[in-house]
């Protein structure tokens, strides 16, 4: 059984910062892609920044400048760096992860973590 647990939202003022985390645990034989996406009520959910096995990040238009996804593939973990922050990017976020559990591949989720930026 595989499981991703999101840390790291909270309440922040707008140019402010957070760093979300994400680890992914249990029978896992390889993760490839990671990502984060975010939601807010009434909206579908969105692309934040994802990242491959070997490193390589994509960000969304919003975050792009102001967001710095990483991973440490040791520790099955996942950050989002997420600077100036502004009202906008309020949003329950949640962490996605490609992965294999022999012999399955799938996609998994978090429970989600919420970030709340106030004016």
């Known amino acids: 059984q595989v499981q991703l647990v999101e840390s790291g939202g909270g309440l922040v003022q707008a140019g402010g910062s957070l760093r979300l985390s994400c680890i992914a645990s249990?029978?896992?034989?390889?993760?490839?892609?990671m990502g984060w996406y975010r939601q807010t009520p009434g909206k579908q959910r969105e692309l934040v920044a994802d990242i491959t096995s070997g490193g390589m990040a994509n960000y969304a238009d919003s975050a792009k400048g102001r967001f710095t996804i990483s991973r440490d593939n040791l520790k099955n973990t996942v950050y989002l760096q997420m600077n100036s922050l502004k009202p906008d990017d309020t949003a329950m976020y949640f962490c996605?992860?490609?992965?294999?559990?022999?012999?399955?591949?799938?996609?998994?989720w978090g429970q989600g973590t919420q970030v709340t930026v106030s004016s």
């Open positions: 996605k992860a490609d992965i294999l559990s022999w012999p399955y591949r799938r996609n998994y």
């Open positions: 249990g029978s896992i034989s390889s993760i490839n892609s």
